[in-house]
């Protein structure tokens, strides 16, 4: 539905790029989440999809056309893609129903989509008001409304619940993607929280520093990480570096990063207690108790610090941590 073919975009004449050498494409009805820190090019990424920048490389196609490229440009109006970013960005003089009718002057019986529209995200008594007589929450989902109103064939969202305190947002991005997935459309969602992406997204793009790390479903995410990076993302992760490799006596190959999953290191009393091939000790700095576990700051030896869990209550000072082979992460990358 769309492809992405070797996108790039620099800000400054090619001395750095926003955006590298971006492939990747999209399924119809697909949900696929872009996750990146800050000034990762998330943004930079969706407003050249979206028709707000034009590429330095490569090319968009959507359906079989070409939307951008070094010789074409089809202007966003004419591209079929609905917007929401995180500032609502509503007109303040015009009423929510006024709002929802502005994108859809092409549409026969336009009034009667933008009611249903209104109905859709739940608003529908609420057309006549003025944007600031609404919560956040709802003037994002008239944001939704305005931006499914003209039928578009890709929606975008870039960080719609970032102005949102935390219990808001949950409650608002599982409503948003409930109204989302009766319509069909095929949707682009831009977050920094990997929480939001794991709950909605078919597919997640992992984007750093302008280029693409890794993109996949969230279960292969886990796994198969392709970066130190992407485990990090996907749970808490210890770098098996040399320190720790010497600790616990495991020589690894110098040409690969190596990482274990917190939740893979098991805790013991005694060495002879763990079956596990590479083995420590610790000592125990901090125990905090959190629900059933209790989740151990530890040092070793070596000076190394790093954070276990236990069922355990009976933690004495000193114990033994390890972990086997089968578990670690292997990257070729750091
Ligand atoms: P994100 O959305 O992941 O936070 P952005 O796409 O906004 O990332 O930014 C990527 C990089 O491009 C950052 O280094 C940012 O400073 C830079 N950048 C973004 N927009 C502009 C712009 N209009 N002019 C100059 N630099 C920009
Ligand atoms: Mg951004």
């Given amino acids: 539905m769309l492809t992405i073919n070797s996108?790039?975009?620099s800000y400054n004449k090619g001395k750095n790029f926003a955006l590298e050498d971006v492939t990747f494409n999209l399924k119809a009805g697909q949900v696929c989440a872009i996750v990146g820190e800050s000034g990762s090019g998330k943004t930079t990424l969706v407003r050249l999809i979206a028709g707000l920048e034009r590429p330095d490389h490569g090319s968009i196609v959507m359906g079989d056309k070409v939307i951008a490229s070094l010789d074409k440009f089809v202007q966003p109006e004419k591209r079929k893609i609905g917007l929401v970013f995180q500032e609502y960005a509503l007109f303040p003089h015009l009423t929510i129903l006024e709002n929802v009718l502005y994108g859809i002057s092409k549409i026969k019986h336009k009034r009667k989509r933008a009611q249903d529209m209104l109905d859709l995200v739940g608003l529908s008594d609420l057309?006549?008001?003025?944007?600031?007589?609404?919560?956040?929450?709802?003037?994002?989902?008239?944001?939704?409304?305005?931006?499914?109103?003209?039928?578009?064939?890709?929606?975008?969202?870039?960080?719609?619940?970032?102005?949102?305190?935390?219990?808001?947002?949950?409650?608002?991005?599982?409503?948003?993607?409930?109204?989302?997935?009766?319509?069909?459309?095929?949707?682009?969602?831009?977050?920094?929280?990997?929480?939001?992406?794991?709950?909605?997204?078919?597919?997640?793009?992992i984007l750093q520093n302008g280029k693409v790390?890794?993109?996949?479903?969230?279960?292969?995410?886990?796994?198969?990480?392709?970066?130190?990076?992407?485990?990090?993302?996907?749970?808490?992760?210890?770098?098996?570096?040399?320190?720790?490799?010497?600790?616990?006596?495991?020589?690894?190959?110098?040409?690969?990063?190596?990482?274990?999953?917190?939740?893979?290191?098991?805790?013991?009393?005694?060495?002879?207690?763990?079956?596990?091939?590479?083995?420590?000790?610790?000592?125990?700095?901090?125990?905090?108790?959190?629900?059933?576990?209790?989740?151990?700051?530890?040092?070793?030896?070596?000076?190394?610090?790093?954070?276990?869990?236990?069922?355990?209550?009976?933690?004495?000072?000193?114990?033994?941590?390890?972990f086997n082979s089968t578990d670690i992460l292997e990257f070729e990358n750091e």
Avoid: W
């Avoid at 064939?153 to 970032?162: K, R, T, V």
């Fill in 7 to 9: 996108l790039s975009k």
């Fill in 127 to 205: 057309g006549d008001r003025y944007p600031h007589q609404l919560s956040g929450g709802q003037q994002q989902r008239v944001a939704l409304a305005r931006a499914l109103a003209p039928e578009p064939s890709l929606l975008i969202l870039d960080e719609p619940f970032s102005n949102l305190d935390t219990m808001l947002r949950t409650q608002l991005r599982n409503e948003v993607f409930d109204i989302i997935k009766k319509t069909e459309v095929t949707v682009l969602f831009v977050t920094h929280d990997t929480q939001d992406a794991l709950s909605v997204a078919d597919e997640i793009l």
């Fill in 213 to 322: 790390i890794q993109k996949d479903v969230a279960a292969n995410l886990y796994v198969n990480p392709n970066t130190l990076y992407v485990a990090s993302l996907f749970g808490s992760t210890v770098h098996i570096n040399k320190n720790l490799q010497h600790a616990f006596r495991c020589p690894l190959k110098e040409t690969c990063c190596y990482a274990i999953r917190n939740e893979k290191i098991k805790v013991s009393p005694s060495s002879s207690d763990t079956d596990c091939e590479y083995i420590t000790t610790a000592q125990v700095i901090k125990k905090i108790q959190l629900g059933e576990s209790i989740q151990l700051l530890l040092k070793l030896d070596s000076g190394e610090q790093l954070t276990v869990m236990t069922q355990d209550k009976n933690i004495a000072d000193t114990i033994f941590i390890g």
